[in-house]
């Protein structure tokens, strides 16, 4: 086992100045991990800034080709640990050993995935408009354009996924191959993890010979150290995945800054899927199996967690119904991730519960501590929620809102009514896609993903991926997280006029020395 | 000549609830121009924008052949107005008739520029992922992602450019060919012209039979109509060519709505021009001859004025300095925008003129009322510029702010101080470009185009152009407002899972009925 420091990594420098105030819990048993984190002083911080902002100099002209050897080094440190990862991580999280088993393959085929990108080098958009000296009434010079990095970007952990959406996540690759420096927070539930996997990264810094300040690991409260690196004037852009509140706060201080930032959120969704009445009556107990399936995955804490089920009361609802509510009854407690997300799961049942308009369908079986989770189904009729906005909030866990409508009208009020949302499913015979193709319509303006029979979970990593979708899914509707599109996030186009061949980056020299696909006077080549 | 109605348009929809309170102003004479412009009232506001909504539900599923037709009647219809707008907008503006027939031209082609991209389709990047029914542990699912539009935008027009950035300028044209209806709001300064080519994008809309809320056209005050315009949920997007001041205001209500939408503002930029040693040497009064010619086109009224020139005391300056001294001194005054513009100009000139390490070198001819603008000469040490925020903010009109330097890190110190810019110069020998590649390097992270031995004015409508740059340049620096690449502003990737071929958009349908550039698997084909 690597030897756990309990300090946060300043460049290549392991720092503590503080006394350890962050200690990891085992969710299972409230035990209390070692060793604990010290939270950065905030010379630590704007340290890790400065070198960040200094080594932008170097690794923002560093080739593709090169990038993409630091996201394999990287993704094969990763695998060296994956043992110890297996070890540890389901202490930290409650998540058991398969599950961080397959999240440590996916982290480690989304770090190559974007080492792919960055070598291929096609993703940074260059367009070469040549000049014409004859051109009247004034000669048109010569303009060439490309995606740039931004430089340093601070990156947020989430909770819900210790390795796919922290230290080395989907943000962190992203912005790596983009070419920017990455700073980033722990998150405070899965310390430990956050360490193995930013030494993971560091070693891979080292053993590529790029500068100190590539990359740094901070730990401290997501209030004070969060918002400090967010507000700090080197930082050009940052990444997020937490809670509504959590990122609407950062949302807020990135826009408020001297000079305003990209900050991507995702924040929040309740993925609705809509059961239309053909495909009740065909497959109602096969939908009750999968619908089980996908809002017990991983304790119900996806993102994409299918939270609202829209269905229609002319249907023949009971087999649905009575399997649904079968499976919820036998499902087993399981462990939430920390304390925190386990009473706020409790406290939004406790309120669906006690809510006239809602009928508790079924619950599961119950467990013990604080972050036992039960399975919840619940029922409510699309008029009680189009009356109360409370219902349409998102309940983070393993439980799904029935919703039951009387007629089409409704549904797509309803449909209309929605929030922006990560994603949206139907679940259709094909004459009910025929005839519901407005419901589609309506879908594609409220989400960044739209399914057809099937689940929301289980989100592909793949070019042609949205996770994102309108705010409050994300904080910025034109972006997404996953897939190899999340590059773009922390680039932007320099246009260079008029400039002499040898002083063009590669990617738009005469003779394309890189062999990248490129626009040329208007035709992609 | 097209009789001027003095109303908005909501939808098609002549129509004014109040008095008249907005008159045109020849900014040469004073004159009060007729007819006067009522304010729109919050209901006809929110009536053009639940237009722009239903609209939506038709222009937004619209082919781009389709779009492609409207944008090229567009173009049509304003030619065919465009003697009525050389008589009447040189009156509203106080720019000449040529440079109004330029700009209609430029309107035109850029309208049509962008009916090419719409056409053509390839802008939507598409992207597909076949399904892998094979795949361990599970099957991969059919995925395909393409842009669509945003919805509704508001775009604000600028003063500087009656045609070019206002009612059809690159702001409509991009939104329109994404799929987005446009409300524009019209500027105060050229209402006339403002309705003219309104009137001209209405036929146009009912020529193509597009629903009425394609487009609409609202007269009233920036901060009541523009302000509430911006609120409004269903506006998803906003297009702002303006001052630092009422950019800033509008960015913050964006941020701040319910819903933060995506806001474009391009705002200010002061546009430095390095003049290296070498080049000072070699061709001191050419280089003289060009930047007069640059600061002073178009009375200094553009965003890409080069208000700031770099030079370094140890060239032999006097050439350079003697010719641009005579140039500047023998320039006549002429008629700037309104007298807005005029009055922040001589505000702003004397605030150099007072400024104790700012030596006023050179004064063009002095002009009679409140719009007539003479040209301005200014110089100070890049130790003044340090040290006074003051001497970095943007002087709106003909004059440039000479900043000599004693050595290249006080030269490189001031390009690493300066602020977000639209565009950065540099003009060199190749041996004074070999050696300053280091200057080159921090300001491609300043601008959003670097220039090699030219001028900024002048931006060129092409694929490759990039008119933004990092805040405060624009609000921002991931987007440009000119050039195709702009079209991108006003739409989000929607990801289609496991659709039924029929049900795709025709960009995502296998057998690529579009025969547009796609990315299949990973690869560009």
Not at 305 to 331: M, Q, R
Not at 459 to 469: F, P
């Amino acid at each position: 086992m690597a030897e756990l420091t309990g300090k946060s990594s300043i460049g290549f420098q392991s720092s503590a100045q503080s006394e350890s105030t962050i200690f990891g819990v085992n969710p299972a048993t409230g035990e209390k991990l070692k060793p604990g984190y010290a939270a950065v002083s905030e010379t630590e911080l704007n340290r890790a800034v400065e070198l960040s902002g200094e080594a932008f100099k170097v690794f923002g002209k560093s080739s593709g080709r090169e990038r993409a050897a630091l996201l394999r080094k990287i993704a094969d440190n990763i695998e060296s640990v994956g043992d110890e990862l297996a070890v540890l991580t389901p202490q930290e999280t409650g998540l058991p050993e398969p599950r961080i088993r397959m999240e440590t393959g996916r982290t480690c085929a989304q770090l190559r995935l974007f080492a792919s990108v960055a070598e291929e080098g096609s993703w940074v958009g260059a367009r070469i408009d040549h000049a014409d000296q004859d051109r009247a009434p004034i000669p048109k010079p010569d303009t060439r354009s490309m995606k740039k990095p931004l430089g340093p970007v601070a990156v947020f952990c989430a909770s819900n996924f210790p390795l796919a959406f922290s230290v080395a996540g989907g943000d962190t690759a992203s912005a790596l191959a983009a070419g920017c420096p990455v700073i980033v927070k722990a998150h405070h539930s899965h310390p430990g993890t956050a360490e193995l996997v930013g030494q993971a990264v560091l070693r891979a810094v080292k053993e590529c010979s790029f500068p100190e300040g590539t990359f740094s690991l901070l730990y401290g409260p997501g209030r004070e150290t969060g918002q400090s690196l967010l507000r700090h004037p080197l930082i050009k852009a940052a990444g997020f995945t937490g809670s509504r509140e959590g990122g609407q706060a950062l949302m807020k201080i990135a826009a408020e800054r001297a000079d305003p930032i990209p900050f991507y959120a995702e924040m929040s969704s309740i993925n609705p899927v809509f059961i239309l009445s053909g495909a009740m009556a065909e497959r109602g107990e096969a939908l009750a199996a999968g619908l089980h399936g996908s809002m017990t995955m991983g304790v119900g804490q996806f993102c994409t967690n299918p939270g609202l089920t829209i269905v229609d009361n002319n249907s023949n609802l009971e087999p649905f119904i009575s399997k649904l509510t079968d499976l919820v009854c036998s499902s087993p407690s399981a462990t939430m991730l920390n304390s925190g997300i386990g009473s706020a799961y409790d406290s939004g049942a406790n309120s669906f519960n006690k809510n006239k308009a809602v009928e508790t369908l079924a619950r599961g079986e119950a467990g013990e501590g604080d972050c036992q989770a039960e399975v919840l189904l619940f029922r409510t009729t699309s008029d009680s929620f189009s009356n109360d906005d409370s219902l349409g909030a998102e309940l983070f866990g393993p439980s799904t809102l029935i919703v039951t409508h009387d007629n089409k009208d409704k549904m797509l009020a309803l449909a209309r009514s929605l929030e922006g949302q990560l994603t949206a499913t139907v679940h259709g015979t094909d004459a009910d896609l025929v005839a519901n193709g407005d419901l589609l319509e309506v879908l594609e303006t409220k989400a960044g993903r739209v399914l057809i029979n099937g689940f929301p979970t289980g989100v592909e990593v793949c070019h042609s991926m949205v996770h994102g979708g309108p705010f409050p899914a994300t904080s910025d509707g034109r972006s997404t997280s996953v897939g190899t599109n999340a590059i773009e996030r922390f680039s932007r186009d320099v246009c260079y006029q008029s400039f002499p061949d040898s002083l063009l980056p590669r990617e738009l020299q005469e003779d394309n020395p890189l062999k990248i696909r490129r626009m040329i006077d208007g035709v992609i080549i």
